[in-house]
């Protein structure tokens, strides 16, 4: 198994939080979290190099938080205040330093099998 699993997801009313997780296999210096809206290109949401603290992209910035659990070997996205425009399938993907950099879904080597949110008005 060199794929992450994902968990977690769901529907929310706005204003709402849920948390993804997602466990890896592996060592990589590069760990992060996309979303796909329906017929929307896959963005990049926060990420993490490895020894430096996560990055965030703007719409995530002060409501979603990246953080990590290095014994369990997974990840946590925490989302809070959601809004509709959140609505997507969530990713969590694996890959090498460049990937941290450039954050293009390209970079990365191994993606989660996508978990949907839902946010409701």
């Known amino acids: 198994q060199v794929s992450p699993v994902e968990s977690g997801g769901g529907s929310v009313q706005a204003g709402g939080s849920l948390t993804l997780s997602c466990k890896t296999f592996?060592?990589?210096?590069?760990m992060g979290w996309f979303r796909q809206a329906p017929e929307k290109e896959r963005e990049w949401v926060t990420g993490?190099?490895?020894?430096?603290?996560?990055t965030y992209a703007e719409f995530a910035k002060g409501r979603f938080t990246f953080s990590q659990d290095n014994i369990k070997n997974t990840l946590y996205l925490q989302m809070n205040s959601l809004k509709p425009d959140d609505t997507a399938v969530y990713y969590c993907?694996?890959?090498?330093?460049?990937?941290?950099?450039?954050?293009?879904?390209?970079?990365?080597?191994?993606w989660g099998q996508g978990a949907q949110v839902i946010v409701s008005s």
């Open positions: 993490i190099h490895v020894g430096d603290k996560p």
């Open positions: 993907a694996t890959g090498r330093s460049v990937a941290c950099f450039s954050h293009r879904p390209a970079d990365f080597a191994y």
């Open positions: 592996g060592v990589f210096d590069c």
